[in-house]
């Protein structure tokens, strides 16, 4: 049974065999000169996802770890920054800026709606003494499936002189993020996404503008100090033991993105937010997210129908048909179920999970015919196959 | 020539083939039953291993992350501590310490020689007000490699009310640290060191005396707050996404360690830095620690003969042996050389370094017979077979 769980959370996400094998190999030292060649080409290849010619370090942290150093290296105590919040990953930006003494003005956007830079453009306008430090926002926002438009918020600051600083953990090679392009200046992602790795590396990429307001920051953290990170990394090296193992498998991986070619990820995924939305609708049931462009090609969650528990929805799928998606998190625990389509994911594998939840809801007396949700994966299979 | 290459540094170590194959398996979700029963038990087994009845904290970061956390949840900006410092690590907990305003009273020992609890004891006498808030030390000094007298310093401290705080990242499961027996508050260490694991875990224990202390503390990092790991563990998970591949690797290395035996491994450690600095000896090299009890088992610092570059050394070793040892860090670059004898390492992986290294100062011209060096090893092996 366990060995051939579909595995269709938000992270962490399938992992191809090529990646479990280039990290199940004897370790090496982290300060030879072997591991500094595999520093260096990770730390360039990781340039090409991120779309930038900053540098982007790699931190043995999860995403958390590196939302913290997306703050601590850049907002002083007592500044004032503004949180866009979509969900549990928005709050957890304001908490750990609230955590070092950070004014927080936050905005919360209703649940399944995207964040409007109409909205934040008020705001900074607002702010005539340019005190807002930075913008803190998710890319994709994980726990509610929504996909924030980066460009546009980018757009709406206008000339204010706010950092842009953007979670991207489980955005990052699932939607297009131009980085340089869309003037982002601190930008997270995260090995247990797309990067179709364990958990344990974060990543992060800085602004020469992030740059010149580090300088002026106590920079509290020892463990996430990025200068310490900056000037390891021109030896090619980290400044603390690196999680070897999974840079191997990094190593791996980017190979396998950047042959696939980010643009055919980009439009993969779309395809596995469309099969996805389109069998959810046929079988009736609610999407959260109801705007397509604002909906998440890396997560689609979908509210628990009124006379289910997504408790019994789970058991089903876990015990007779050993697929796992996700519930809801805190406050949406048990109103929605969430299936996550990033990393090593193709399209027989969403097929599969759309059947098994079909027969999950059709023994759970919501649905009365089998087959619908599959029909309308198969023609958006289809439909792309055509169109390719 | 590099899948099989004798790593002998002071981590990370060489890992056991059932370690590898345990990590190299699908992903697990981080929330599903199947791992929250992975976590337990791997927490009840760090706690034999720790020889303690108090939790102990799995953190997705190196060593370095699990020392600011035995900084930031034990102290605040402005405490008074004494940090003990013997080499490289002992300076990093005087700067986390300072990065976070904490005032260090700073006792360095002399290069080679073990913390001296009687200056301990005079520092802490001296302390009418009782000002000092904690005591933090490295069990093994990787970088010099010192092994100090926990318990010894824990006497020192006698009625003092301050929390000694442990660095034991290459020093638990090497030599015995029963961690409640000898008093130690918080006691940090590492997967890449005796866990026989990849880098990107560590573990770190918490008395009761030190929560006391905590629930004043005004716990900065968010990433690293223990009471988010606390409360998460009462419900076997983390606060936030675990490294599971390692974790799973953990699982078979804790089996590993219980099943050999703590008292069995200490032996065999003791026999290691028994073989090594036999071997140093008889090849007329000076070691750096001269005292045998305060020498660790973890890690042996042999001097760099005056004749001899480092550079020189090494590039034989690596190159024609395919033998790693690790050189001086920081200061003692080029003064030292040190032999890491951690974990997955056995009698004739010991033996194979020495008749590396003998056969790299013949050529360097350093000594003029083979076989010296190797013969102190076999003695000492034969020694203990005939011991046990």
């Given at each position: 049974?366990?060995?051939?769980?579909?595995?269709?959370?938000?992270g962490?996400?399938?992992?191809?065999?090529?990646?479990?094998?280039?990290?199940?190999?004897?370790?090496?030292?982290?300060?030879?000169?072997?591991?500094?060649?595999?520093?260096?080409?990770?730390?360039?290849?990781?340039?090409k996802?991120?779309?930038?010619?900053?540098?982007v370090?790699?931190?043995?942290?999860?995403?958390?770890?590196?939302?913290?150093?997306?703050?601590?290296?850049?907002?002083?105590?007592?500044?004032?920054v503004?949180?866009?919040?979509?969900?549990?990953?928005?709050?957890?930006?304001?908490?750990?800026?609230?955590?070092?003494?950070?004014?927080?003005?936050?905005?919360?956007?209703?649940?399944?709606?995207?964040?409007?830079?109409?909205?934040?453009?008020?705001?900074?306008?607002?702010?005539?003494?340019?005190?807002?430090?930075a913008?803190?926002?998710?890319?994709?926002?994980?726990?509610?499936?929504?996909?924030?438009?980066?460009?546009?918020?980018?757009?709406?600051?206008?000339?204010?002189?706010?950092?842009?600083?953007?979670?991207?953990?489980?955005?990052m090679?699932?939607?297009?993020?131009?980085?340089?392009?869309?003037?982002?200046?601190?930008?997270?992602?995260?090995?247990?996404?797309?990067?179709?790795?364990?958990?344990?590396?974060?990543?992060?990429?800085?602004?020469?503008?992030?740059?010149?307001?580090?300088?002026?920051?106590?920079?509290?953290n020892?463990?996430?100090?990025?200068?310490?990170?900056?000037?390891?990394l021109?030896?090619?090296?980290?400044?603390?033991?690196?999680?070897?193992?999974?840079?191997?498998?990094?190593?791996?991986?980017?190979?396998?993105?950047?042959?696939?070619?980010?643009?055919?990820?980009y439009?993969?995924?779309?395809?596995?937010?469309?099969?996805?939305?389109?069998?959810?609708?046929?079988?009736?049931?609610?999407?959260?997210?109801?705007?397509?462009?604002?909906?998440?090609?890396?997560?689609?969650?979908?509210?628990?129908?009124d006379n289910?528990?997504w408790?019994?929805?789970?058991?089903i799928?876990?015990?007779?048909?050993?697929?796992?998606?996700?519930?809801?998190?805190?406050?949406?625990?048990?109103?929605?179920?969430?299936?996550?389509?990033?990393?090593?994911v193709?399209?027989?594998?969403?097929?599969?999970?759309?059947?098994?939840?079909?027969?999950?809801?059709?023994?759970?007396?919501?649905?009365?015919?089998?087959?619908?949700?599959?029909?309308?994966?198969?023609?958006?299979?289809?439909?792309?196959?055509?169109?390719?």
């Amino acid at each position: 049974m366990y060995e051939k769980q579909l595995l269709l959370i938000p992270g962490p996400t399938m992992i191809p065999p090529r990646v479990l094998r280039a990290m199940s190999v004897p370790p090496m030292g982290h300060r030879s000169q072997k591991f500094s060649q595999v520093v260096k080409e990770v730390s360039e290849n990781l340039k090409k996802v991120f779309q930038t010619k900053n540098d982007v370090y790699i931190l043995t942290a999860s995403g958390t770890g590196a939302m913290e150093a997306a703050v601590t290296n850049f907002v002083n105590p007592g500044d004032k920054v503004l949180v866009l919040v979509n969900g549990k990953f928005g709050d957890r930006f304001a908490k750990i800026n609230k955590r070092y003494g950070v004014e927080v003005i936050r905005k919360d956007f209703e649940l399944g709606k995207p964040a409007d830079p109409k909205i934040v453009k008020e705001i900074l306008l607002e702010d005539k003494g340019q005190e807002i430090k930075a913008v803190f926002v998710q890319q994709n926002e994980t726990s509610t499936g929504i996909l924030n438009n980066i460009k546009a918020i980018k757009e709406a600051m206008a000339d204010h002189p706010a950092l842009l600083i953007v979670d991207s953990i489980s955005g990052m090679a699932v939607a297009n993020f131009p980085v340089d392009e869309w003037g982002a200046d601190v930008v997270v992602a995260g090995s247990q996404k797309a990067f179709m790795l364990p958990p344990g590396l974060a990543f992060i990429s800085v602004s020469e503008k992030a740059w010149k307001v580090n300088e002026t920051c106590k920079n509290y953290n020892f463990y996430f100090d990025l200068q310490a990170a900056r000037k390891n990394l021109t030896k090619d090296t980290t400044p603390f033991t690196p999680a070897t193992a999974l840079i191997l498998g990094l190593k791996e991986s980017l190979n396998i993105i950047l042959n696939e070619g980010l643009e055919n990820i980009y439009k993969k995924q779309e395809k596995f937010k469309e099969m996805v939305r389109e069998a959810v609708k046929a079988l009736c049931l609610e999407l959260l997210v109801k705007d397509e462009k604002s909906a998440s090609p890396a997560i689609t969650a979908i509210k628990v129908p009124d006379n289910i528990q997504w408790k019994d929805l789970n058991n089903i799928l876990l015990n007779d048909f050993n697929v796992q998606i996700a519930g809801g998190q805190d406050d949406l625990k048990g109103k929605i179920f969430r299936i996550g389509h990033i990393g090593y994911v193709q399209d027989m594998d969403l097929l599969t999970a759309v059947a098994a939840l079909e027969m999950a809801l059709y023994k759970l007396g919501f649905i009365k015919e089998l087959g619908i949700g599959v029909k309308a994966c198969q023609q958006v299979i289809l439909k792309h196959k055509e169109e390719a």
